[in-house]
Each structure stands twice: as structure tokens, then as C-alpha cells.
């Protein structure tokens, strides 16, 4: 009888070490999935960041510089000349002053940006 009380006590003892681990267990498997949940938001926040960019840096540029100019359309309006001291001609449509304006930023990114070959040829 002593052996059998002796063997239930090493089961209980086991038992408690078991239990201690499958709670271990579930506590990592509970942070680890929420770590995959806090992954998956941030993907799904880089996916939704990167769908609200322009496709390209020649895109991106149209885009910033219809925003500037529109910002900044009464400093940077090139067409507009002033004719006998105080009546203002516009000789260039803002449309063309765009389109100009994206033309320069458009060379001048693309210069900058593959250095090799403008100096190589």
C-alpha cells in the first residue's frame, strides 16, 4: 500500500508538471497569435498605404505638382505678364504651365536618379 501511495504522488506530481506546461503552452500560442493579428494589421495598413500611392515616381510627380501648383499658383505663374503698369495678361494656360513645370521635375528626377547613365554616354 505504501508503494501505491507513493506511486498516486509521483502521478499527481507529474500531472501538476504537465498542467504547468500546456498552460506554458497556451500562453505562448495565445501572444504568438496575437502577434500574427497585430502582423496581418500591419500589413493590411501597408497594403491599403501603398494602393493610395501613385504607381510610379512619373505619376507621383504629375500628382505633387498639380497640388503645388494650385497651392502656389499665384507665385509661380510664369505666363503672366503685366502690360502698361497695371493690366495682367496670362500668355501661358495654367494647363501648360503644369505640364511644363512636370516636364523640368520629371528630367531633372531622372537625371538624379540614374547618374551612371547620363554621365557614361
Known sequence: MGNRLSF??????LSGLSDD?????????????MQIRLLQRKVREL??????????WDKAIDAYVDKWFEENKSAVDIGEIEIMGNL???????????HIYKKVIKIMFSLIHQPQKATSS
Not at 21 to 33: F, M
Not at 88 to 98: A, M, N, Q, T, Y
Open 47 to 56: 497594403e491599403d498605404e501603398l494602393a493610395d500611392r501613385p504607381q510610379s
Open 8 to 13: 498516486q504522488h509521483q502521478n499527481s506530481s
Open 88 to 98: 495682367k495678361v496670362d500668355l501661358l494656360p495654367d494647363e501648360l504651365e503644369k
Open 21 to 33: 506546461a500546456d498552460d506554458e503552452e497556451d500562453s505562448l500560442l495565445r501572444e504568438r497569435d
